[in-house]
């Protein structure tokens, strides 16, 4: 039940083992954050991970469902094809079937009955091992999957699918360890205890095809609490869940704990979401379709056994603002990097930017020039700056904001502008300069590497930041450059809703585990703060717990008496 003190029972199965603390309170390990490889020519890392991206490369893995532990395959299956070189397959996925979600369902039910009885510390040593697992052993076999299927550069794989997700497991222990030790004051003659339990049901985690390491923390951060969660990976991630499937495995998570159900979106969603036991969602995605599950939930809610939890984190339409006083260098590599860094595919990437008119000649002449040097291609080649857009859906959709761009009078195509689908998905990062600040490229989620920039006249600045707070739905990312104080407080105030994540004289995207908790407002998610206690939070449910050791005796009170 997730509680420190001592002298409190557990309640288990007849069958089970019974479960001994011998009087100890463990402290889990400090927590600091995963260093970065470099990955430089010769180095053991970038040996290790080209030799395990040629590995997924010289074959064709089959992929199999996971239920209860026994793997499943169903003979639907789905090819994996790599997004910088679509015409090779490294993998075919089985997908899931209605009544397998059911039998998934029933498996976690069972399973939880002793993962939730088991003592928190021993839960925490299954996270902790594979924290050490994936920051050992698993890392280059992670980072390979996800430089493969999901097309990031080295760099971009290592701090992702390396030291985000060992973050977030070692994180996750401390946080849960520290929240487990928070307990009300007890008055004399009684005992009062907080139990952090988990949730009633299961939890359904979807996850997105741009992070493993999100994909992880929304599956382990509600099992670490006690929970069983059921997940339902983005299907152009399929090959780093499946090896995460197997590190979960090597650490030790017990068998049922965590499915893994890829394959029809919403046939999985609707067998989930309309089951009694469902007890929360665990989410990254688009808007569009969270507001569908919310929707279902609600219209759910008379058969649910208790409100779910709906914890999810969306769209966004993050921004950098600079400030006349904005030092030209600095500001032209954030917008490079937070613009077109993965392909601006980070739920967190800048995709428009208002510039005031007297540093704009600078930072034009300074965006174009460096833009040259900027390579597009497979981004196995350590040179690779921006690599391919997840697939040809994805390269369409960019062919049309960009034909929007040319045939709008009042935006200019500056850089890029160029889709080539002919070996990958590659889009070049593409540079636009609207005169209209409420334009569609200022205003829609693009996900690719697309940047919109608006001049706007120096004596505009408080107008401009009205505007930039009002013209997208979303809230997620955003990032002020200046060097003037003043203005920084300024924007802070006026931009104070606009991001749930905000950054002075940075660029909105790289959030670290344990120093910038992630998360947006408005139409970019429920804000609850990945990589915090916040988080964790949620998918609990908490008991208090009064134990009176004399108890009265008598209905009268002493007053009564007299």
């Not at 997700?165 to 929240?179: G, Q, T």
């Not at 056994?305 to 999810?312: H, L």
């Not at 009064?546 to 005796?553: N, S």
Request: one cysteine or more; a neutral charge.
């Amino acid at each position: 039940v997730n509680m420190l003190p001592v002298a409190t029972t557990l309640r288990v199965k007849p069958r089970l083992v019974q479960r001994r603390s011998f009087n100890s309170l463990p402290q889990v390990p400090t927590f600091i954050n995963e260093p970065i490889l470099g990955y430089l020519a010769g180095s053991p890392e970038r040996i290790e991970v080209e030799k395990q991206i040629k590995k997924l490369r010289s074959g064709v893995i089959e992929i199999p469902l996971v239920v209860g532990g026994k793997e499943i395959r169903t003979g639907d299956t789905e090819e994996i094809r790599i997004p910088h070189d679509h015409q090779k397959v490294v993998g075919v996925f089985h997908k899931a079937t209605p009544q397998i979600v059911q039998d998934a369902i029933a498996c976690s039910l069972e399973a939880q009955k002793e993962w939730a009885a088991m003592p928190l510390h021993q839960r925490s040593a299954i996270f902790l091992k594979m924290a050490e697992l994936a920051a050992g052993p698993y890392r280059q076999v992670l980072n390979a999957a996800t430089i493969v299927g999901q097309s990031k550069t080295m760099y971009q794989a290592e701090i992702d699918s390396a030291c985000e997700f060992v973050d977030f497991l070692r994180y996750n222990v401390h946080a849960f360890s520290e929240l487990s030790r928070q307990q009300p004051i007890s008055c004399d003659g009684m005992w009062n205890r907080t139990e952090y339990r988990p949730l009633e049901g299961f939890v359904y985690a979807i996850s997105p095809f741009n992070f493993t390491a999100i994909a992880g923390n929304l599956v382990t951060a509600p099992a670490l609490v006690g929970n069983v969660v059921n997940w339902k990976p983005a299907q152009t991630a399929v090959l780093s869940g499946h090896f995460l499937m197997q590190l979960y495995k090597e650490a030790g998570v017990p068998d049922g704990v965590i499915n893994f159900l890829p394959g029809n979106p919403i046939e999985i969603s609707n067998a989930l979401l309309d089951d009694p036991n469902f007890a929360g969602i665990h989410y990254t995605g688009s808007s569009a379709v969270f507001n569908s599950i919310w929707q279902r939930i609600g219209n759910n809610l008379p058969k649910y056994k208790s409100y779910p939890r709906i914890v999810g984190e969306t769209g966004g339409k993050d921004f950098i603002f600079a400030h006349k006083s904005a030092k030209v260098d600095v500001l032209v590599v954030a917008l490079i990097r937070g613009s077109f860094e993965y392909a601006g595919q980070k739920c967190s990437a800048c995709s428009r930017a208002y510039i005031p008119r007297s540093l704009w000649p600078q930072v034009k002449e300074a965006l174009i020039e460096t833009m040259k040097e900027v390579i597009v291609g497979n981004p196995e080649e350590a040179a690779t700056c921006v690599n391919a857009v997840i697939h040809e859906q994805s390269a369409d959709k960019c062919i049309e904001y960009i034909k929007l761009a040319r045939e709008s009078d009042d935006c200019e195509i500056i850089a890029g502008g160029k889709v080539d689908k002919s070996v990958g998905w590659f889009v070049d990062p593409t540079i636009i300069v609207t005169s209209n600040p409420r334009h569609r490229l200022m205003s829609e989620e693009i996900f690719a590497p697309i940047l919109t920039i608006h001049v706007y006249e120096d004596e505009k600045f408080e107008e401009t930041l009205d505007i930039c707070d009002s013209t997208s739905p979303y809230a997620l990312t955003g990032a002020v450059f200046s060097q003037d104080r003043s203005a920084i407080e300024v924007a802070e105030r006026k931009l104070v809703n606009s991001a749930g994540n905000f950054y002075i004289n940075d660029k909105p995207t790289g959030a670290v585990v344990g120093q910038q908790p992630f998360g947006g407002g408005r139409m970019s998610g429920t804000n609850d703060k990945a990589g915090s206690v916040l988080n964790l939070v949620r998918w609990t449910s908490v008991r208090s717990v009064k134990e009176t050791f004399v108890p009265a005796t008598s209905i009268f009170y002493p007053y009564m008496k007299e």
